[in-house]
């Protein structure tokens, strides 16, 4: 009877220790619709660019007469990018200049002013802010087409119309930044941290640059990125705010010379042009991504293993 009941509790044992395999299946089939989703969506994204990029290497012959996902019957990449740099004594290598100035020093300066408002809001406790931060919260949801004429209208009476700053001082303002920053910082950096500091001697300025803004670094990386790209895809601002091509950014410089062609009767000879410049255009918001990448992971990382 002792054998029989160490056999039995043997293998009941046994039995709580066997896999399930049908509760692991099911977790498979869950994750399988979302899997369609995640690549659904990467495929969404990265199709345009890869359509760019395929075309970018083919004359005007092979863009209309070619599958448009497949190289053409000549690769032309360089002489695209010669006609690009050519094109009418070389502006475009002067429009990616523009828009290297407007879109960083816009960027780093956003960057920079919603993070010391943002931790302004989280840390501090002063008379308006609630109301003050309700403003910010309301400012993201206004369009940026409905200021585009009263910010003209601002900057035509300062006298600051088709100038660089009536690209960067409206570029400086970003509500949503303020708000990511302000949440960011209300978690990431404590408020024992910071009385330390006090009570070793910091006044507020350091206690800020030296204590807070290094715990800070992911959420300032990653309203440097939305900032970057805001400001280089920028095309509305620019349009109204400009009148000399000299000033033009990549945006409305490629708009512009589309235009031009299409008027002139000979657009279907700059269409490979167009969309070389295209592809040039968004080559250093790629790089700048992957460079930043790692400042940011590195940066969440590090969050986590002091949390």
């Known amino acids: 009877m002792t054998a029989t009941m160490s056999s039995g509790g043997t293998a009941s044992a046994a039995g709580l220790h066997k896999p399930r395999p049908s509760r692991h299946r099911r977790g498979r089939d869950r994750s399988t619709p979302l899997s369609i989703i995640v690549w659904a969506l990467a495929l969404y994204f990265l199709l345009p660019l890869v359509w760019l990029a395929i075309a970018s290497t083919k004359n005007t012959g092979d863009l209309f007469s070619t599958f448009g996902f ?3 019957d000549s690769f032309a990449l360089w ?3 010669q006609s690009v740099f050519g094109y009418k004594d070389g502006i475009f290598g002067r429009w990616a200049l523009n828009t290297l100035l407007y879109a960083g020093v816009s960027a780093v300066g956003a960057s920079f002013l919603a993070t010391m408002a943002g931790y302004g809001f989280a840390k501090y406790r002063f ?7 309700s403003i910010v919260l309301g400012a993201i949801m206004i369009p940026l087409t409905a200021l585009a004429l009263p910010t003209y209208l601002l900057f035509s009476s300062a006298g600051l119309t088709n100038t660089v700053w009536a690209i960067i001082v409206p570029s400086l303002v970003s509500p949503f930044g303020v708000f990511l920053m302000r949440v960011y910082a209300a978690d990431a950096v404590p408020d024992s941290l910071l009385e330390a500091a006090r009570v070793d001697g910091a006044g507020e300025l350091r206690t ?4 807070a803004f290094r715990l800070m670094v992911p959420g300032f990386i990653t309203v440097l990125l939305f900032a970057l790209v ?3 895809n920028n095309y509305f601002l620019p349009l109204i705010m400009l009148n000399s091509s000299d000033l033009y950014p990549l945006t ?19 269409f490979s042009t167009v969309i070389t410049g295209s592809f040039i255009s968004i080559v250093p918001l790629i790089v700048a991504f992957l460079f930043l990448q790692r400042y940011w992971q590195s940066g ?3 969050g986590s293993v002091k949390g």
């Open 230 to 232: 805001a400001t280089w």
């Open 79 to 81: 002489d695209n990018i």
């Open 127 to 133: 008379f308006g802010s609630n109301a003050m931060f």
């Open 70 to 72: 497949w190289f053409g």
């Open 252 to 270: 409305v410089g490629l708009a512009q010379m589309q235009s031009a062609g299409t008027s002139g009767g000979g657009g279907e000879v700059l």
């Open 208 to 211: 800020f640059v030296q204590v």
């Open 300 to 302: 969440l990382s590090a």
